[in-house]
């Protein structure tokens, strides 16, 4: 299926998609979570692009992007996005919008390359430490699901029209032109498991974390999403709402800690808003963290 917004570039052999709005400078970009795609963000990047250069792109092997066998090393990640903005000639230094494992990965990037970051904003970021601040059972939880399970699998009918819902209520507002093949294509068999191929190295991600070192001296808010995400609900069945409530409060604590942790580092917490439905539905949230950040 066609995207219905961006371009292709050449990076290394691959064709990745990109999409630019706006002008101005430091450009923002945003890099998606583990199984979301470039234009989960459009709300926010259209907001940010009335006051910069803002970007969306789909990594290798996830949306639109070319295919290629996942996880992949962080490493090259952050290579990869860093020759894509070159190739589509966006000049740094940016600000870096990171999702879930982008915010990993965003992380990674002012570590490997301090000279070429502004900012970091960190959307309900993935982080190296977080299941130490996660209840007992709920890490034991994570530890007995295996990730492959049904990778071979026919998803049930039911499991598909269910996330189907979800999708067009987040979307509800957007264009159709937009939405409807974003939906359609989001709830296909390829991308609903795109998330946990892409994430099942995360641990090897955590430790190229950890040995980058620390983060350049530059601007970072943190958004927390403290809301019971219905994706999360979806995933986790069986989990009780208390259990689930207890993750939040200990991502919070997480990241109060983590912000408090760099010069100039600060957490805000995002009413009405889970994990996954933090861009859809406070985009307005996450376009004025870009601009605060952009104005320190």
Known sequence: ????????YDVNGRKLLLHREGSGAPAVVFIPGAGAVALDYWDAQRQAAAFTTSVLYDRAGTGWSESIDLPRASSEVTDELRALLHSAKIPGPYVLAGHSLGGLYARHYATRFPDEVAGLVLMDPAHEDYRAYMPRELV??????DPANGLSDELPREILEFYRVLFEQEMAHWP????????????????LLTGIREAANIQAVH???RAAGPLPDVPMIILTAPAIDPFKQAVSAGTSEELLQAEN???????????ASVPRGENRIVEDAGHVTLPFR????????????LAL
């Open 1 to 8: 299926m066609k995207p219905p917004l961006g371009e292709y």
């Open 140 to 145: 034991e939880r994570w530890d007995a699901w």
């Open 176 to 191: 159709a032109g937009l939405r409807e093949p974003l939906v359609d294509s989001h709830v296909s068999r390829e991308w």
């Open 207 to 209: 430790d190229e974390i």
């Open 249 to 259: 409060d200990g991502k919070t604590r997480l990241y109060n800690e983590f912000a």
């Open 282 to 293: 406070r985009p307005e949230a996450v376009a004025q963290a870009i601009r605060d950040v």
